[in-house]
Every structure is written in structure tokens, then in C-alpha cells.
């Protein structure tokens, strides 16, 4: 799972759990600049101020936040670089030597690279 999947995840369970949890997968990811650094620290401050409110009990606010931690975290998506993508492999002729069957001549023995 994606790590900023992971983050709008916990927003919507908006817990002190997931305030942690978020404080966890945020030291490794803002470790860059200083600008990082403050907008991960307020997309956290949101996630408090949500869980805060969750617990308190005050419905009428769970929208208004969960739509403010939102915005923190895609400001700290556009500052952070993408993970570099790499091309999807299949596994093929997994299994026992003894069970395995020949392959033919010119074929890989292992993976075979798949179109995304």
C-alpha cells in the first residue's frame, strides 16, 4: 500500500491511533527540507485537531477537518517526490526442481516483464 493512501486512510478513521501512526510514516518521508518538514507538521497538526474532534464527539465538524487534513496531505504530496515506478513482473515456472518442466529454447527463466 501506497504511503499517502495509507495517510487518507487514517484520515477518515481520524483516531489518537491514527494521529501516531501518521506521526510514525511521516519521520521517514519529511526528512528532506525544511519545507517538508512544515507541511508535514501541519497536515499532523489537522489529524490532531480531527481526532480531537471525533473524540469530543462534535459531528458537525468531522467534514470541515477531515477536508482541511486533506488538503495539508496534498500539499505534502506536491512537495514530496514520486516513489520511482517500476515495471511489474510475473512470475513464471515457480515451484520444485523435480516438478518444473522444461522450458523451451530462448525463453526466460523467470520472470517475463508485463505491460502496466
Not at 510475473?90 to 505491460?115: E, H, L, W, Y
Request: charged share 25%; proline share 7%.
Amino acid at each position: 500500500m501506497n504511503c499517502f493512501t495509507r495517510l487518507e486512510a487514517l484520515i477518515d478513521t481520524g483516531s489518537a491511533d491514527a494521529v501516531e501512526e501518521a506521526r510514525a510514516l511521516l519521520k521517514h518521508l519529511a526528512a528532506g527540507s525544511r519545507a517538508t518538514f512544515d507541511a508535514a507538521d501541519e497536515f499532523l497538526i489537522e489529524l490532531m485537531t480531527l481526532a480531537f474532534l471525533v473524540e469530543a464527539g462534535l459531528e458537525a465538524f468531522h467534514n470541515p477537518a477531515r477536508r482541511l487534513a486533506r488538503l495539508r496531505l496534498s500539499r505534502l504530496k506536491l512537495l514530496l517526490p514520486e516513489p520511482p515506478s517500476f515495471p511489474k513482473l510475473a512470475i513464471f515456472a515457480i515451484g520444485c526442481p523435480s516438478q518444473r518442466r522444461p522450458r523451451p529454447k530462448g525463453t526466460m527463466a523467470i520472470d517475463k516483464r508485463v505491460n502496466a
